[in-house]
C-alpha cells in the first residue's frame, strides 16, 4: 500500500469529495433498488458509482479498495444482466461491501491507511459470482469464517499498529451474532464521510454575492462624498438630510440582501442527513423483524450547516424509538386491524424562520400508564403526583436521564440515554419538543429549531434600565400582566395562564438589577419555551424585535448563568442575549 | 520569580533592552510589556454582566467586537474611585483574546535595559495579586512594578469562571 503522496494531494482531494458524493447516493440508490429491483436506470447508477470509484482508486493506486469495488461491481454486473435477482440477502452484501469502502476511504481521508480485514466481505460477494447463482447465505457463511485465507500483505506502512485487529465486518452474516464491535466502527467511518469543512457554492450565488459588494462599494464611496461635501459646507442643510436619508436606505438595502445572500451559502438542504437513515430503517427493520416503510417528504429544506450537524444524532434516537417501541411487529399490527406493515414518516418544513422537523409512526403510541408506573417504579415521582399528571407532564417524564420503559437493555434502545441525548442537542440548539400521541395510533416527535445560529430575531425587553436580548425562537408570546395576579407555590411565584401554571422568573431579581424607585404593579411576563419546558419572564418593559448577530462574551465570561452571548445594538452599546434553557436549569 | 522574567527577556529585547507601557493605578506605577497592548481607549459605556465576579466591569463594544472589561483597582483590592479624565482602558492581547483594563493613567512608553528588572520582594503591600508581578525597576525618581497580566487569573479563578 503506498503511502499518501502530498503532490498528489489535489488529486486526492477530487477523488475524495467525488467518492463521498458517490457513496451518499449510493446508499440511498441501494435501499431503493431493494423496493423497486426492476428499475434499469437505477441499476445502472448504482453501477456507474462503483465502477467510477473503482477506476479512480485504481490511478490512485489505493489497492484494497480497488478489490473490494471490483468484487462488488462484479456482482452488480450480474445483478445488472438479469443473472441474479435482487433480495435481501445479496443487498446485505452488498450494503456491507459498501460499508466496507466507506470505512477505507475515511482511512484515506485521515491520512492514516491502515490494513483493514477485507477478504471476509469480498468472500461474501464472491458465492454470487460463481455461475449457480443459486449459490446463496450457507455458501457465505461457509466462506466467512475462514476470513485469513488470502495472506494479509505484511502492514509494512500501518502508522498505528493495528491495536484491535481491523473491524471484521463477516461477523456481521455469521448466524450467532457477536455483540457488534465491528459495527460502531464502521458506522463512525461512514459518518466521517460527510465533511463540512468545505463548501460547494453555486457560481451564481457567488457572482450575486459579488454584485451585492459591488453596490456597497459605491454606497460607501457615496457616503465619503457626503461626509467631504458636509466639511467643506457645500450642503445645505435640508438637501443634507434628504441625501443622507436617501443613502441610508440604500445601504440599509444592501446590507440586508448581502446578508440574505451569506445566509443562504451557508445553508444545505437536510437531505445531508435525511439519507442516511432509509438504511439505518432497513437494518433496524431486519433486526426486529418488523416491517416498515420510511417515507421522507421535504428533504429538500434547507438549514444552516451549525444546525445540520447537530441535529442527526437526536434524529437517529427518535428514528431508534419510533422503530423500537413505537411500532409493533406485522402480527401484532393484523391483530390490531393494522396493515401488516408500519410507517414512518420523517418530514421537514419551514415555518417562518423555524424550521420543523417531525418524526411520525402509526405505532401503538406512548402507553401512559406504563410510562407513570416506571417512574414510580424508579422512584422518580410518587403515587399521587403520578395521579394529578396530564398527558403532557407524563411525555415530559420519558426526557429524564436513565428513563426507560424497557426491563432491560438491548443493542437498539433501554439504556434510558437516547431521550437524554435529543433533549440536550435540541436545548444546544435552542429548539423546543413536542410530543403528540394517541394510544394505539401512532407518536409523533415534533421538534421546532431555528434556521441559523449566527444571527437570530429576538425581543429586546427592559429590566429597570437595562437592556436584555431574548431569542424569538424561544418566545411563546408575551403578556401584560398586574403583579396581583402572580401567585405563590412554596415560594416560587407563578401565574395562572389560561389552563396552564407557569413558573415566573423575575430578570430583576436574577440578574441583580438594581431597582429603580417608582414601583409599577404592571410588567411584562414573556412566555418562553426551552426544549420541553415552559416559563414566564418577568420584565419591566418589551422595547421591540431585532435582528441581532450573536457574539461570543469570550472564554473569561463564558459560563456567565443565564446568558447565552451578547450583541451589538444600534447605538453601538452591547446587550447580552438571554439563553433561556440556562435560565430554567438554574432555577430548578 | 526568575522564570517569570524569562518570557519578557526571549521575546522583546533587543540587545537587552525591553519597552513597556507604564500607568498608574492608586499612586503606584505599573508596567506591561508593550507587545502586549493592543490600544488604549477613553471609558465607553459599559454594559453590566449579571452574576460575574466583582472585578469584571462588564462588557464593551470594540469596533464591533464584543470585550470583557476588568476593573484592576476592584482586582487588586484598592479602593474604588470614580472615573475621571484621566481614566483609561487598556485593551490587551490575553491569549487568543482581548480583555480590557481600566487603570487611572497611562503615563508613557519607557525603554529599560532587562538588566534593571529585579526580583519583586518577598512580601508586596498593597493586597496586589502576587503571581503576576513579574519584578520591579528601581531608578533613581521612580519604583515601576512590572505585571504579567496573563497570570492575573490564576487557574483556580479560570476554573471558577468556567464553573459558573
Not at chain 1, 435525511?274 to 421522507?296: H, N, T, W
Not at chain 1, 422518580?380 to 426526557?399: H, K, P, Y
Not at chain 1, 437516547?418 to 413536542?434: A, F, P, Q, R, W
Not at chain 1, 429549531?449 to 429597570?464: D, K, M, Y
Amino acid at each position: 500500500m503506498p503511502p499518501i503522496d502530498s503532490e498528489d494531494q489535489e488529486l486526492l482531494d477530487g477523488f475524495l469529495a467525488e467518492t463521498t458524493e458517490l457513496l451518499g447516493k449510493l446508499d440511498e440508490d441501494l435501499i431503493t433498488l431493494e423496493k423497486a429491483s426492476d428499475d434499469t436506470e437505477l441499476m445502472n447508477r448504482i453501477f456507474r458509482s462503483i465502477h467510477t470509484i473503482k477506476g479512480v482508486s485504481s490511478f490512485l493506486g489505493f489497492d484494497l479498495l480497488v478489490k473490494v469495488t471490483h468484487k462488488t461491481e462484479d456482482v452488480l454486473n450480474r445483478l445488472r444482466k438479469g443473472e441474479l435477482a435482487v433480495n435481501p440477502e445479496i443487498m446485505d452484501v452488498i450494503l456491507e461491501a459498501t460499508s466496507l469502502v466507506k470505512l477505507l476511504v475515511s482511512d484515506i481521508k485521515a491520512g492514516t491507511i491502515q490494513e483493514r480485514e477485507i477478504d471476509g466481505t469480498i468472500n461474501k460477494l464472491i458465492p454470487y459470482l460463481l455461475d449457480n447463482s443459486g449459490v446463496t447465505r450457507q455458501a457465505a457463511t461457509a466462506a466467512a469464517p475462514t476470513p485469513n485465507s488470502a495472506p494479509a500483505p505484511a502492514p509494512t506502512h500501518a502508522p498505528i499498529p493495528a491495536p484491535a485487529p481491523a473491524p471484521k465486518p463477516a461477523s456481521d452474516l455469521v448466524p450467532k451474532k457477536v455483540p457488534a464491535p465491528p459495527k460502531p466502527v464502521e458506522g463512525k467511518g461512514g459518518d466521517d464521510l460527510s465533511d463540512n469543512s468545505t463548501v460547494r457554492v453555486d457560481v451564481k450565488r457567488l457572482d450575486d454575492l459579488m454584485n451585492q459588494v459591488g453596490e456597497l462599494v459605491l454606497e460607501r464611496n457615496r457616503m465619503i462624498q457626503i461626509n467631504q461635501d458636509l466639511q467643506q459646507n457645500d450642503v445645505q442643510r435640508p438637501d443634507f438630510n434628504e441625501e443622507f436619508g436617501k443613502l441610508t436606505k440604500r445601504v440599509g438595502l444592501v446590507t440586508s440582501e448581502l446578508q440574505m445572500q451569506v445566509f443562504k451559502m451557508r445553508m444545505i438542504p437536510v437531505e445531508k442527513v435525511f439519507k442516511k437513515f432509509p438504511r439505518i430503517v432497513r437494518s433496524m427493520a431486519r433486526d426486529l423483524g418488523k416491517e416498515v416503510e420510511l417515507q421522507i417528504i421535504g428533504e429538500e429544506t434547507e438549514l444552516d450547516r451549525s444546525v445540520v450537524d447537530e441535529i442527526g444524532d437526536p434524529l437517529i434516537h427518535l428514528i431508534r424509538n419510533a422503530m423500537d417501541h413505537g411500532l409493533e411487529t406485522p402480527d401484532v399490527r393484523l391483530a390490531a386491524g393494522k396493515p401488516r406493515g408500519g410507517t414512518l414518516i420523517l418530514s421537514a418544513v419551514h415555518e417562518g424562520n423555524q424550521i420543523i422537523i417531525s418524526i411520525k409512526d402509526d405505532g401503538n403510541g406512548i402507553n401512559t400508564d406504563q410510562v407513570g408506573r416506571k417512574a414510580i417504579e424508579k422512584g422518580l415521582i410518587t403515587e399521587d403526583q403520578f395521579a394529578g399528571m396530564s398527558q403532557r407532564e407524563i411525555f415530559d417524564l420519558l426526557f429524564l436521564p436513565g428513563f426507560s420503559t424497557k426491563d432491560k437493555a438491548t443493542d437498539l434502545s433501554g439504556r434510558g440515554v437516547g431521550m437524554d441525548v435529543v433533549k440536550t442537542n435540541i436545548k444546544k440548539l435552542s429548539g423546543l419538543i413536542e410530543i403528540k400521541s394517541t394510544k394505539g395510533l401512532g407518536s409523533e416527535f415534533i421538534l421546532r429549531l431555528p434556521l441559523t445560529l449566527a444571527i437570530i430575531q429576538s425581543l429586546l425587553v427592559e429590566v429597570e434600565g437595562e437592556i436584555y436580548s431574548i431569542p424569538l425562537s424561544s418566545v411563546l408570546e408575551a403578556l401584560r400582566v398586574d403583579q396581583r395576579q402572580f401567585h405563590q407555590i412554596s415560594g416560587q411565584e407563578v401565574l395562572k395562564l389560561r389552563d396552564f401554571v407557569l413558573p415566573l422568573i423575575r430578570l430583576q431579581k436574577f440578574f441583580n438589577v438594581l431597582p429603580r424607585g417608582e414601583i409599577d404593579n404592571l410588567c411584562f411576563v414573556v412566555v418562553v419555551g426551552a426544549a420541553e419546558k415552559r416559563m414566564g419572564l418577568v420584565v419591566t418593559r418589551l422595547v421591540g424585535q431585532q435582528e441581532v448577530a450573536i457574539k461570543s462574551l469570550g472564554n473569561y465570561l463564558a459560563h456567565i448563568p443565564g446568558i447565552a452571548g451578547s450583541t451589538v445594538l444600534g447605538d453601538g452599546r452591547v446587550a447580552l442575549i438571554i439563553d433561556p434553557v440556562a435560565l430554567s436549569e438554574v432555577c430548578e | 520569580m526568575q522564570n517569570a522574567l524569562v518570557p519578557v527577556k526571549s521575546e522583546n529585547t533587543h540587545g537587552g533592552f525591553i519597552q513597556l507601557v507604564s500607568f498608574n493605578l492608586d499612586q503606584e506605577e505599573y508596567g506591561v510589556d508593550v507587545l502586549k497592548v493592543c490600544e488604549i481607549i477613553r471609558m465607553p459605556d459599559v454594559t453590566r454582566v449579571p452574576n460575574a465576579p466583582h472585578y469584571v466591569e462588564g462588557v464593551i463594544n470594540l469596533r464591533g467586537k464584543v470585550v470583557p472589561i476588568i476593573c484592576m483597582r476592584k482586582k487588586f483590592g484598592l479602593i474604588a474611585t470614580e472615573n475621571d479624565k484621566q481614566t483609561r482602558i487598556m485593551v490587551m492581547n490575553m491569549g487568543e483574546e482581548l480583555m480590557g483594563f481600566i487603570v487611572d493613567a497611562v503615563s508613557e512608553v519607557i525603554r529599560i535595559s532587562s538588566s534593571e528588572i529585579q526580583p519583586a520582594p518577598a512580601m508586596v503591600a498593597g493586597g496586589v495579586a502576587h503571581e503576576c508581578i513579574a519584578g520591579v525597576i528601581n531608578q533613581a525618581e521612580r519604583l515601576l512594578v512590572l505585571l504579567t497580566l496573563e497570570k492575573m487569573f490564576s487557574h483556580d479563578e479560570k476554573n471558577l469562571f468556567n464553573g459558573m
